[in-house]
């Protein structure tokens, strides 16, 4: 990453730290007031994430945050520019959007910090702004070249017809999905995701990101969808109304939370209800391509009526033959018997893992509700594992890890 900031600007930016620390979500909050009142920039987000808790808001605020307080050495917030860089490709973010939201961020810091507000204080702001804008920029222009010059490659949306939809459980759905050009896919890496721009039967237009279920390959993706009941409905749609033959939009698959393209240690995937999505394409992979992996499937669900895929996953792992599975069910029902249709009751814990799987030698992929993997990743931080040992997904922005 460039170090050409001028020094002034530097001290400026270091010195607004604890402004903005105080007044970090007020900013952005007004920040995307103002970047709404113009409808086309509001029709690139997606505005569940928006709402109460104001999550985009906060994720934004603890990057700029984080951004301030390593103004010196920027190089520390590489992953996160790149999960930055990941999720705006999935939204098909481009150059020229960015001066919107520099007019939205400078305006709101401008509001909210009234007279402290000096023209320095600007001027440093808009450098710094343009500054990290343009080291997303770059790697999103890099992101975007690597894609469309691959074999399936493309840019933007692409209509994708649904040629398969079935029912895995009580709640989730899955849906298979071609091009309607005929044209081949590119081959996603098993953890990512594709974002959907999805037209409701009132017209309104939402975006949503599916990670895809299926193992990669040249024709066509899975992903699985849980009906949520509350929120705008994108999941409601998808499974009442969308069905085989129907045209869907997205864009390729973009995130950073990835199995290794070559895994040399045991993997542990840990998930929790719908959160299996990643794990499930990450275990056709390995069916496929890792035959010598040792791999430790551990899925916690609430019972039998909301567990999805488990015939799959355990015909995988039969096939694969260093699979184990380990099912958790925390809230059974009575027709749930223990060691028939699930292995263990409650919920996963560190202390489980460290007992069952190969604790301090694995690689750990996570993703589930956002309790569950504050929870694990807390705690398999606190046993030890090196963070770098520990990826996961969050079906939402990344706001208090983010922070942290
Ligand atoms: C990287 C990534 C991957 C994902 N992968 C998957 C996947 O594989 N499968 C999957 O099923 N989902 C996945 N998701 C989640 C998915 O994108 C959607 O968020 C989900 O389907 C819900 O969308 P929705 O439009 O149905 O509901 P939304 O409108 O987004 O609402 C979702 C929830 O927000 C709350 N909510 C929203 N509005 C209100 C309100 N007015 N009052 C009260 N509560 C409210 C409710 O709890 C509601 O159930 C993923 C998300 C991300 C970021
Ligand atoms: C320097 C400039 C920018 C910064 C620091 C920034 C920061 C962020 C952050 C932190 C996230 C959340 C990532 C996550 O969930 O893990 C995000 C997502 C997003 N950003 Fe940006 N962003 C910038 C510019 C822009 C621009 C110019 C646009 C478009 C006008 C944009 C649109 C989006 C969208 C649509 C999302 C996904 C929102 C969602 O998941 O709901 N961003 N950005």
């Not at 086309?40 to 928006?50: E, R």
């Not at 150059?95 to 023209?119: K, M, N, Q, R, W």
């Not at 409701?200 to 066509?220: D, T, V």
Request: with cysteine; glycine share 8%; proline share 6%.
């Amino acid at each position: 990453m460039p170090t050409s900031l001028s020094p002034s600007t530097i001290e400026i930016v270091k010195a607004s730290v604890p402004a903005l620390a105080q007044h970090g979500t007020a900013i952005t909050k007004g920040m995307y007031a103002r970047l709404f009142r113009d409808e086309h920039i509001k029709a690139l987000f997606n505005h569940s994430n928006q709402g109460k808790g104001g999550s985009q808001a906060n994720a934004l605020a603890a990057a700029i945050l984080a951004y301030a307080q390593n103004i010196e050495n920027p190089s520390v917030l590489m992953p996160v520019l790149e999960r930055i860089a990941q999720k705006h490709i999935g939204y098909h973010i481009l150059p020229e959007h960015y001066p919107f939201v520099a007019t939205a961020l400078l305006g709101a810091i401008a509001d909210v910090l009234g007279e402290a507000a000096t023209p320095e204080l600007m001027t440093a702001w808009g450098e710094a702004y343009w500054f990290l804008a343009d080291v997303l920029k770059a790697r999103e222009a890099a992101i975007r070249v690597e894609i469309e010059n691959r074999q399936g490659g493309w840019s933007g949306w692409r209509p994708f017809k649904i040629v398969e939809k079935h029912r895995e459980s009580d709640v989730v759905t899955s849906f298979v999905l071609r091009p309607a050009d005929g044209g081949p896919v590119i081959p996603h890496r098993p953890g990512q995701y594709l974002t959907f721009s999805l037209r409701l039967p009132g017209g309104q237009e939402i975006k949503r990101n599916y990670s895809i279920s299926c193992g990669p390959n040249n024709i066509s993706y899975r992903i699985s969808v849980k009906r949520e009941a509350l929120g705008q409905g994108g999941s409601k749609f998808l499974h009442d109304s969308v069905v085989v033959g129907d045209i869907l939009e997205a864009t390729p698959p973009a995130g950073d939370f990835f199995l290794a393209d070559e895994p040399d240690r045991p993997v542990v995937l840990l998930s929790g209800g719908v959160g299996l999505t990643p794990m499930v394409s990450m275990m056709e992979k390995i069916e496929r391509m890792h035959p010598d992996l040792q791999v430790h499937y551990v899925h916690g669900a609430l019972n039998s009526a909301t567990h999805a895929m488990d015939c799959h996953v355990r015909t995988l792992a039969q096939r694969h033959g260093g699979i184990s599975v380990h099912t958790f069910y925390s809230d059974p029902l009575v027709a749930d018997t223990l060691g028939v249709n699930h292995d263990h009751q409650g919920f996963i814990t560190a202390a489980w893992l460290r007992n069952n799987v190969p604790f301090h030698d694995a690689d750990y992929y996570l993703c589930g509700p956002k309790p569950f993997l504050k929870i694990l990743v807390r705690d398999l931080a606190r046993s030890g594992i090196d963070a770098s040992r520990i990826h996961f997904e969050i079906f939402g922005p990344t706001d208090e890890q983010m922070a942290a």
